[in-house]
């Protein structure tokens, strides 16, 4: 028995020497609970990889940074030069003329050149990818021309009034090396590089570290960037798929950030002394959809009533602890063309019921409000939601539904109501075209099936328009008829909490969703 | 014996198409669009959507992508994965050894564990101490590992800080060490890195219980029912009357002869334990096949969910025969034609 138990004895003394690493405070550790799809930026635009291609690469702008009144900065949706030093557009808006800045490495050495940006440009349209599919819209590989040293000219074939919005967008507008992309297998139309996108090489303050794949991805300091060295020597994205071993994790000091925890866990952090919590907020609302094809959702005085019967105010503190302002019309707040004025939804239960019975349904009606399971914000909207409805005559069953047949049922409209929010870059054409134009029915973006003829022309004209005020006209037009419409029931405006360690300074947070790592440092 | 075995080999080859087959439609039933999840359900155009279908050889009729995959895998080419984008053989070599390393440890627990409990258990039959085994057995044969695993993550490591967080492999800013085995605590000895080494075991320490704790069970319970068949036979009474000591008859003889059939259900378990381990990795952050698997299944990668089956079901098929071989070598009187 003895015997037995010695081997037992002798790993147990090892393990009692186990050092725990306490944080090199250079090194920082994120917790994800996804893996990127790839690092090319004009293939992958899942979250997990905009990360990290947000850090590789440079764009030729760059959002701005505001401070607020409490010392905080924060992201804007305004721009400013990035490896474009400056530009010039033409009095019709359709010639873009990028002066490129001098002296940009590579992380290979490689010096930026005006033939890079231009490749890049054109490669992300010549490989069609999502990337791809609004600014196909503005120009084509054959508009855009290098036009003297450290000079690109594009020539839009629209007005494109939010051709910059795009371009400052990581997956649209990262700046590849042109010589590098051509010696890994160049650029065929509508086809995956796969070197490329398992082998980064832009301009951004990090590089490509150790990796290994379901475990860790390194993004290593470049100290030689044109922006600036960074703050930290090293990021570690650790992939742990539970979120409650990160949150132990992150108590345990082995972990600096976490992303979108659930709210139990949220709760902690909020009362947590050693954490922060980062609310980031979107340009996104949290939405209770009802495919407009699908009776009774297709009279919009059964959509009224909904809306009438919901309490915003309570379905955000519930399901987000505070941290979301309600909803206030069709279009997120930070969405640039935004108003409130033509919202008229606070909660009124005996207005639901008069609509309802308009409608022909005096006794209410039965129906499900779906969600994905795991996903605790769109439960307990759900939840709540369902509770506020009942009281107007509309009783709901909540249903979890595992996450790729709910993508295939909210995609095909084939579930009665369902809670899911979308972010949006800020570009107001884009968000209105894919939600609330009857050219993208479904899997394009308009889950709520709403189709109106004036929204479709108002939305074309919108891609049209230069002139500011115009702009605002048209964008105020079609908000006014959404909100008699009703093509859903708008919740609010959709946060994504970070929780850090206290440690960590000078994270700023972007409406965009974008992480930019080089100004971050642990104290 | 070697016809025997390479009609079994034959027969794997036979397995591999026939599981390949089954999986194919069955994950192709799954409700859901693997280009539009790898989207992340966002708006796409259909054409670009359309582009990515046709770039994975989705826009085929079945049948052709069917016969294309098989192919593929006759020549050991298992597809790449379409959410990572890596060759899904590349990704199964590198997670394999992850899953082998814990499930050896677990097993080696168990056996370490279990059988001085098993020969406990019989020498003191009906006894408290053999009735308190056997509870201890039902009650972690009865215990969800995934439960247990939460639990010793919780209160033995956050709480208590028996254990290290469950980060996997290696604690947070210890280097991985270079790649020969693919097992981290024999690969940081080769290396000389003796943190590494520590990291590695103090990591496994909490999943490896969590694998052990169910197979403990059946080890003390197989071995005590092997014990206590051969303490029943003549030669063990011969032996005590003829004045050898209970250690020499227990040790020396019994449990040789009884040891058998726990080796061989053990090593079938290892098969079982291979693909099993998904709620383990799941929990602890394992980085193993298992882990790979749920993460390919959430994502609908077609291929990556036929490859890890493909992997799993021959190295079971292969456990098996490695097994009824070893069984050959030890008993004389089995004979396979």
Redesign the interface.
């Known amino acids: 028995?003895t015997q037995?138990?010695r081997?037992?004895a002798i790993?147990a003394a090892?393990?009692w020497?186990?050092?725990?690493?306490q944080?090199?405070p250079k090194?920082f550790?994120f917790g994800v609970y996804?893996?990127?799809?790839?690092v090319d930026p004009h293939i992958s635009?899942?979250?997990a990889a905009t990360w990290m291609a947000n850090n590789l690469y440079d764009t030729l702008v760059r959002y701005e940074t505001t401070t607020l009144p409490d010392g905080t900065v924060v992201g804007t949706t305004n721009f400013k030069p990035w490896l474009a030093e400056s530009w010039t557009v033409s009095d019709d808006g359709r010639t873009f003329v990028f002066r490129i800045r001098d002296g940009v490495p590579f992380h290979n050495g490689d010096i930026l050149t005006a033939d890079d940006v231009a490749f890049s440009l054109q490669r992300v349209l010549t490989l069609?990818?999502?990337p791809?599919?609004l600014l196909r819209n503005c120009t084509n590989p054959d508009h855009i021309a290098v036009s003297g040293p450290l000079e690109v000219t594009v020539e839009l074939m629209t007005a494109c009034p939010f051709f910059l919005n795009l371009l400052v967008q990581t997956p649209t507008g990262s700046i590849l090396n042109k010589a590098f992309v051509e010696a890994n297998g160049g650029v065929e139309a509508?086809?995956?590089n796969?070197f490329l996108?398992?082998n980064p090489m832009g301009t951004g303050p990090f590089t490509w570290g150790?990796r290994?794949?379901?475990?860790?991805y390194q993004l290593v300091a470049f100290p030689d960037a044109w922006s600036g060295a960074p703050k930290l020597d090293r990021i570690?994205f650790?992939?742990?798929?539970?979120l409650a071993?990160q949150y132990?994790?992150m108590?345990?000091g082995?972990?600096d950030a976490i992303y979108n925890p659930p709210i139990d866990i949220l709760e902690q952090a909020l009362v947590n002394p050693a954490l922060k919590v980062l609310d980031q907020q979107t340009i996104g609302l949290q939405t209770l959809y009802m495919p407009n094809k699908n009776p009774p959702f297709d009279d919009p005085r059964v959509r009224q009533a909904v809306q009438y019967a919901l309490d915003q105010e309570e379905i955000a503190d519930a399901a987000t602890l505070g941290l979301a302002s309600p909803a206030r019309g069709a279009f997120p707040s930070l969405l640039p063309g935004f108003t409130d004025a033509y919202w008229v939804y606070d909660r009124d239960v005996e207005k639901a019921k008069q609509l309802l019975a308009e409608a022909g349904f005096p006794n209410g009606f039965d129906t499900t409000i779906s969600y994905n399971s795991g996903n605790a914000q769109r439960e307990i909207s759900a939840v709540v939601a369902q509770a506020q409805l009942a009281e107007a005559g509309i009783r709901a069953e909540v249903q979890a539904v595992a996450?790729?047949?709910?993508?295939?049922g909210?995609?095909e409209g084939t579930m009665p109501m369902f809670v899911?929010s979308?972010?949006a870059a800020p570009v107001p054409d884009q968000f209105i075209a894919?939600?609330f134009t009857t050219g993208?029915l479904g899997?394009?973006?308009n889950y709520a099936y709403f189709s109106n003829a004036e929204v479709d022309a108002l939305a074309e004209r919108l891609a049209e328009t230069v002139d500011g005020d115009e702009r605002a006209a048209i964008m105020d037009r079609i908000q006014a008829i959404l909100m008699d419409e009703m093509p859903s029931a708008f919740l609010y405006n959709a946060v994504l909490p970070y929780v850090v360690r206290a440690v960590v300074q000078d994270w700023i947070i972007y409406p965009s969703g974008d992480w930019f790592f080089a100004t971050v440092y642990k104290d | 014996m070697i016809p025997y075995v390479l009609r079994r080999l034959v027969a794997v080859a036979v397995l591999v198409v026939g599981i390949s087959l089954v999986t194919f439609a069955l994950v192709r039933m799954v409700p859901g669009d693997p280009v539009a999840l790898y989207y992340g359900g966002m708006p796409v155009s259909a054409d670009i959507e359309q582009s990515l279908r046709r770039q994975w050889g989705l826009d085929q009729p079945l049948p052709v992508q069917y016969l294309r995959y098989l192919g593929g895998v006759l020549r050991g080419n298992l597809g790449v994965s379409l959410a990572t984008g890596r060759p899904i053989m590349d990704d199964l070599v590198r997670r394999f050894p992850a899953t082998v390393e814990l499930t050896l440890a677990g097993v080696l627990l168990a056996l370490v564990v279990g059988l001085p409990l098993g020969v406990l258990a019989a020498l003191h039959r009906n006894g408290p101490v053999d009735h308190l085994l056997r509870i201890v057995s039902l009650v972690s044969l009865g215990m969800p590992n995934f439960w247990l695993g939460l639990v010793l993550i919780f209160v033995f490591g956050y709480h208590l800080g028996w254990f290290p967080p469950a980060e996997g492999r290696l604690a947070a800013g210890i280097p991985i060490p270079e790649r020969v085995t693919g097992f981290y605590t024999i690969d940081s000895l080769l290396a000389g890195d003796l943190g590494a080494f520590r990291s590695a075991l103090a990591q496994m320490m909490a999943p490896a219980i969590t694998v052990a704790m169910g197979l403990v069970a059946v080890v003390i319970r197989m071995l005590r029912a092997g014990m206590l068949e051969e303490l029943g036979k003549d030669y063990v009474r011969t032996g005590r009357s003829k004045g050898l000591s209970p250690r020499a008859v227990y040790y020396k003889h019994a449990l040789r002869n009884a040891i058998i059939p726990t080796i061989t259900v053990v090593s079938i378990q290892i098969g079982y334990l291979l693909g099993g381990n998904v709620l383990v990795e799941a929990v602890f952050a394992w980085p193993g096949v298992g882990l790979y698997y749920i993460n390919a299944i959430n994502a609908l990668d077609y291929n990556a969910v036929i490859g890890a089956t493909l992997l799993i079901a021959v190295v079971f098929a292969l456990i098996n025969l490695f097994v009824d071989v070893l069984n050959a070598f030890i008993d004389p009187r089995i004979h396979y034609a």
Request: proline letters at 7%.
């Open positions: 028995m037995l138990l081997p037992l790993v090892l393990l020497g186990v050092a725990l690493t944080g090199d090194v550790n996804f893996e990127p799809s790839g635009t899942d979250a069609n990818f999502a791809a599919q509508e086809t995956i796969e996108r398992n150790e290994e794949p379901g475990v860790l570690d650790r992939f742990i798929s539970d071993s132990v994790l108590q345990q082995a972990l996450w790729p047949t709910f993508v295939e909210f995609r899911v979308g972010l894919q939600y993208s899997p394009g973006g």
